[in-house]
């Protein structure tokens, strides 16, 4: 099929429910300026919400102001630097990044989970100069610092932004009662309070960013095993931001003064620009610092009765189990949206069941900003990941890169104003997944259906995703090989029905004492645990291709 003919289908499938193909991508010459219109259209309505503490937009304006005026004035730091911001769901995380870009500078997420060596490698790798983190979790980062390229480090603790005397309070509980901060020893580091009050006296200069500047590297991982910044830049952000805002005109969200829950993690790049989009209309985004928590998660929920919901498959099954939240009034809930991983037909149905609200899945990848595709409202296709947002290119392709018709299977390929600059320092990396046309390659095996709708059917590289998070084999390969019981080893995905999928390690043993809970313990040594295999399958060898290349699938065939 003709891209020309593919492209009028879907432009006709948009149109049906109400979506213009064709919008105004460009509309704010930055991500600043249009979180700055915000600002000035939202005023005094509550911008972000976190441990009981709210912010207007007015005050989003002024904090992010005194950060900027800071970094541009008090931290030495260039415009372009590179600036690490690695802390939870808090609203401090919006007046930090949000104060990044309005100095000129680079964000850099960082997963606070992330283990020494994860640290290590992704500071140096994006030059980071200067490091925001949350006092929870600043241990690991405090035992690398020494060994990277960051020069200065601002310390906040959870509660920082909220009045005295509970700031206080939940400061201190969360010390020395909730034991959540474990010791660390940063010299020289500052609080974040301070930092903020020292650059309320200084000038804040406003720095005209132009599209193609770059406003963020986030990492994603690779198949050599290594992290690779992924190059947003503001025009990426603001694009996706604007697309968001005309596709989910179909779920008829009022938009100023709605309450939008975010209890995905703000640093992965789908609740960031979820945030981003929330801000730009005017609603209020309750943050949720641990999901984990379900019990808080829940009273939240009970608290703020949200409008929008952003979930993945692995949080509806955990609420849907929960007796607390099957007994709320969701009356006010309409609309719910998954990402980040697969949505089982069953986890859908039971959502709907219990809230009346359908789910609507979308997809998207860190390199596309990362909204490629989703569900409208009032048009849902459970199985499918939806119709491309406007502006949004789609087809597939067959191992030989020709164009499949509708109905056939293949590589999905996007491409659009959302789609990343290319990986931070790595040309070959990028060369291998955008062509010279623009067309990014996803590594995901995908079918477009006669009605413009697409469904992902396999993925053609070997990543496995864990509750939303890409895990790349042979980054625990790596890792596990380094261990000297280990001759061999091999990482593969297996299905699970609450997280979607699970990892699991096929090792060949040079010492037969060798255990699987050993195995477990180094992989959480040196890996986030969502990296940490939950099945171990010892082997005498493992197969092969004639060259030696461990067959990955035919593992994960036998699994």
């Not at 067959?398 to 990986?423: F, R, S, T």
């Not at 931070?424 to 095996?445: K, L, M, N, Y």
């Not at 084999?473 to 979607?500: I, M, Q, Y």
């Amino acid at each position: 099929m003709l891209q020309a003919e593919l492209n009028q289908a879907i432009a006709q499938a948009l149109s049906n429910v109400g979506i213009e193909m064709n919008i105004d991508t460009e509309r704010f010459p930055n991500i600043v300026a249009l979180f700055e219109d915000a600002f000035a259209r939202h005023g005094q309505l509550t911008a972000c919400t976190s441990l009981g503490h709210d912010l207007s937009y007015q005050d989003l304006d002024r904090l992010t102001r005194d950060f900027a005026a800071w970094l541009q004035q008090g931290s030495g730091l260039q415009r372009g630097d590179r600036v690490a911001v690695q802390m939870p769901n808090l609203i401090q995380y919006l007046v930090v990044v949000l104060g990044v870009l309005r100095a000129g500078m680079v964000v850099v997420n960082t997963n606070p989970l992330y283990t020494e060596r994860e640290v290590e490698h992704q500071f140096n790798d994006a030059d980071v100069k200067l490091l925001v983190v949350q006092a929870n979790v600043a241990r690991n980062a405090s035992l690398v610092l020494p060994k990277t390229s960051v020069e200065q480090v601002i310390v906040t603790e959870l509660a920082d932004l909220h009045p005295a005397p509970k700031r206080h309070i939940i400061n201190l509980v969360a010390k020395y009662v909730k034991k959540l901060v474990p010791p660390f020893d940063i010299p020289g580091a500052m609080k974040l309070r301070k930092v903020l009050k020292a650059g309320r006296a200084l000038e804040f200069q406003p720095v005209p960013a132009g599209a193609d500047e770059l406003a963020m590297l986030q990492y994603t991982g690779g198949t050599t095993g290594v992290a690779k910044g992924a190059m947003l830049s503001h025009g990426n952000l603001v694009a996706n931001v604007m697309q968001c805002d005309a596709f989910f005109a179909s779920h008829k969200l009022a938009g100023a003064g709605d309450i939008f829950m975010q209890p995905l993690p703000v640093y992965h790049i789908y609740a960031f620009t979820a945030s981003m989009y929330s801000l730009y209309v005017g609603a209020q985004t309750v943050f949720i610092p641990n999901p984990r928590d379900l019990p808080s998660l829940v009273k939240a929920f009970e608290q703020y009765k949200p409008r929008l919901f952003c979930g993945l498959n692995t949080l509806f099954v955990a609420l849907c189990n929960d007796a607390a939240f099957k007994q709320l009034d969701f009356s006010t809930l309409k609309v719910t949206l998954s990402g980040g991983m697969a949505l089982t037909e069953a986890a859908a149905a039971e959502w709907q069941d219990i809230t009346g609200c359908v789910v609507s899945e979308g997809y998207g990848l860190t390199e596309t900003s990362p909204v490629a595709t989703s569900n409208p409202g009032g048009a849902q296709q459970i199985g499918t990941i939806g119709l491309p947002v406007p502006c949004t290119e789609v087809r597939v392709i067959n191992d030989q890169g020709e164009p499949l018709g509708l109905d056939e299977a293949g590589e999905l390929c996007i491409k659009g104003p959302q789609v990343m600059q290319g990986y931070w320092r790595r040309p070959e990396a990028t060369a291998e997944v955008i062509s010279p046309e623009g067309w990014f390659a996803t590594g995901d095996v995908a079918v477009i259906q006669p009605d413009g709708y697409l469904r992902i059917v396999d993925r053609k590289k070997d990543m496995i995703v864990v509750s939303g998070f890409n895990v790349y084999p042979n980054e625990l390969e790596d890792v596990l090989s380094k261990h000297p019981a280990v001759l061999e080893c091999a990482a593969v995905g297996v299905r699970d029905e609450t997280s979607g999928e699970i990892v699991k390690m096929f090792v060949v043993p040079r010492d037969a004492s060798l255990t699987e809970q050993a195995v477990k313990d180094y992989c959480r040594e040196h890996l986030t645990a969502y990296k940490v295999p939950r099945l171990v399958e010892f082997r005498e060898d493992l197969p092969k291709t004639n060259v030696g290349k461990i067959l990955r699938r035919e593992l994960r065939d036998a699994s």
